[in-house]
Each structure stands twice: as C-alpha cells, then as structure tokens.
C-alpha cells in the first residue's frame, strides 16, 4: 500500500538550511504529483509547495517563494524540500502529500507521511 | 490569494447527533473543494473531493455539498471516532489553501 515517510527534521538557527526527505512506497513519483504542507504547532494546515509528476513545474506558497525549493530523485522514489534562509516562522510539522490526480494535477492529498517537526530558534 | 473561512471554530455535540460545518471561500471555486480530518498528533484523512466526491473508505456518514463559495460537511450520525478537527481545502489553481479548521467535541 501506499507509504510516504519524511526525515531531516530538526533545530536549527534562524538563516540557516535544512533538507527534508520523503521516501515513497507503494507507488510511483513518476506519475504522481507530490506537495508539501506544513502545520505550526497548534495552529491549522498551510500548503507549502507542489510538483509535477514530469517534475516539469514548480509551485510555492508565497511565504516560502525564493527560499524552498522542492524537488524529487525518481530512482529514489524519494521527495526533497530544500529549506534555505529558516525564520521563526518556519517553525512546523512538515508533510509530504501525495496528489490525488496522479498525472493530472488534482490539488488534494490522499496520502500523507508521518510528518517531521521542524523548529527554527535562536 | 483564495481566502477560506470555516465555523464555527469549535462545534460540541453527542454521539448520535447530526452535525454540520461550513466554509466559505473568497472567491468562486466552483466545486474545487476538500474536507480533511485530522486528529490530534496525526496526519491529516481526505474525507471528501471536489465538494460532494466521497473518498474510497470513507464512511457513508459524511458527506458534502455546495458550488460556488459556500459548502458544507455533514455527518448525519455521530460516532466516537469522529471527535477531531475538520479542515476545508480549495484547489481552484495552483494555490492551495486551507480554512482555519473547525474542532469537533464531545458534548
């Protein structure tokens, strides 16, 4: 069955980096599209970043444009969030989520990862 | 950006009960709409898509409704399993968002 584990949570300082991992099982990111969400501790859900299932288009929130960067290693089967400039903010659990539409961008999440926690302090 | 907005925030009800929860969202969606349910120290369930769609698995129970910018999640029977916080997502394009989510007590 379908399986979505993160790792490379973790505590870091503001303005430094960190790279979040998602290993799929179950099903290939060839053909499936794959967002990140993240959520605050305590607070509701945000969409963080999507990708195609060609890889071929990118999209982010605008509170993490031109400083996250997601992307994918298909022989891996495995999802990447690069997470560069942390703030405070950042601070959060965060999931990888597969799209419901398989090629064709769905924008909703059928399955979800564990979650990794993220907190970003001083 | 799409805004969207659920209430009650909190919603107190018995097993057995009939609940309903809207969201509201800032522009039209069309029928671009998801309900989640998440409990506390876990993922996030997809319950229902594209407004009234009834994910595989997901008890009869809940359903949706709406078009537009007003929808609604209902369970027509609660049951213990139920008590835990429901989100509305819209996917109308490229940017996604979430209401502030709507928690479900027990009474």
């Known amino acids: 069955q379908v399986q979505l584990v993160e790792s490379g949570g973790g505590v870091v300082q503001p303005g430094e980096s960190l790279r979040l991992s998602c290993v799929a099982s179950?099903?290939?990111?060839?053909?499936?599209?794959m967002h990140w969400v993240r959520q605050a501790p305590g607070k509701g859900l945000e969409w963080v970043a999507f990708?195609?299932?060609?890889?071929?288009?990118?999209y982010y929130a605008d509170s993490v444009k031109g400083r996250f960067t997601i992307s994918r290693d298909i022989s891996k089967n495995t999802l990447y969030l690069q997470m560069n400039s942390l703030r405070i903010e950042d601070t959060a659990v965060y999931y990888c989520?597969?799209?419901?539409?398989?090629?064709?961008?769905?924008?909703?999440?059928?399955?979800w990862g564990q979650g990794t926690l993220v907190t970003v302090s001083s | 950006d799409i805004q969207m907005t659920q209430s009650p925030s909190t919603l107190s009800a018995s097993v057995g009960d009939r609940v309903t929860m809207t969201c509201r969202a800032s522009?039209?969606?069309?029928?671009?709409l998801a309900w989640y349910q998440q409990k506390p120290g876990k993922a996030p369930k997809l319950l229902i898509y594209?407004?009234?769609s009834l994910e595989s698995g997901v008890p009869s129970r809940f359903s949706g409704s709406g078009s537009g910018t007003e929808f609604t999640l209902t369970i027509s029977s609660l049951q213990p399993d139920d008590f835990a916080t429901y989100y509305c997502?819209?996917?109308?394009?490229?940017?996604?968002?979430f209401g502030q989510g709507t928690k479900l007590e027990i009474k």
């Open positions: 997502q819209q996917y109308n394009g490229y940017l996604y968002t």
């Open positions: 990708i195609r299932y060609d890889g071929s288009n990118e």
């Open positions: 989520a597969k799209d419901r539409g398989g090629i064709a961008a769905a924008g909703h999440f059928d399955s």
């Open positions: 522009q039209n969606i069309i029928t671009w």
């Open positions: 594209k407004a009234s």
């Open positions: 179950g099903f290939t990111l060839r053909r499936n599209g």
